[in-house]
């Protein structure tokens, strides 16, 4: 991460006495920056497999009008690192270096797209018999009900 403490506050509008509740030093933050770093290509090479072996080409077999994939930036994690600690403090004050990926569930991050509602009973379906990964609530947008 190639942002000074200053500049990471004040881009993620994050007030200087926040951080100091955050109660989780500059030093560990770019520890963590690093290790994820360090692990981006293996997280990317995860990211492209799953979406090749179970998304691409079967978009029409499983209901997808489309989607995309993303690894979270390491600027953004960091910043959910010390907002999580903001949260809930006592959930979160072991996080560290050797365990924030425990912690944080959506270092990989995939989004389908579904335009019609019968197509959400196959995609649902088909991903929950992978049961390897998490899935959150979808989303609607408004004016689709």
């Known amino acids: 991460m190639y942002l000074t403490k200053d500049e990471f506050l004040q ?24 290790d994820y770093e360090r692990h981006r290509p293996t997280l990317e090479k995860i990211r492209k497999e799953f979406v090749a072996e179970f998304l691409q080409d079967k978009e029409k077999e499983i209901g997808l009008q489309s989607y995309h994939s993303r690894l979270k930036d390491t600027e953004h994690l960091v910043e959910k690192l010390v907002r999580k600690r903001l949260e809930n403090y006592a959930k979160y004050r072991k996080m560290d270096a050797t365990n924030y990926m425990r912690y944080v569930t959506d270092l990989i991050g995939i989004r389908g797209l579904l335009l019609y509602r019968e197509d959400w009973v196959n995609f649902h379906k088909y991903i929950t018999h992978l049961s390897l990964i998490h899935i959150s609530e979808p989303t609607r947008r408004r004016g689709i009900s």
């Open 11 to 34: 881009k993620f509008g994050i007030l200087p006495q926040e951080f100091e509740e955050a109660d989780i030093s500059w030093e560990e933050l770019l520890e963590i920056a690093d």
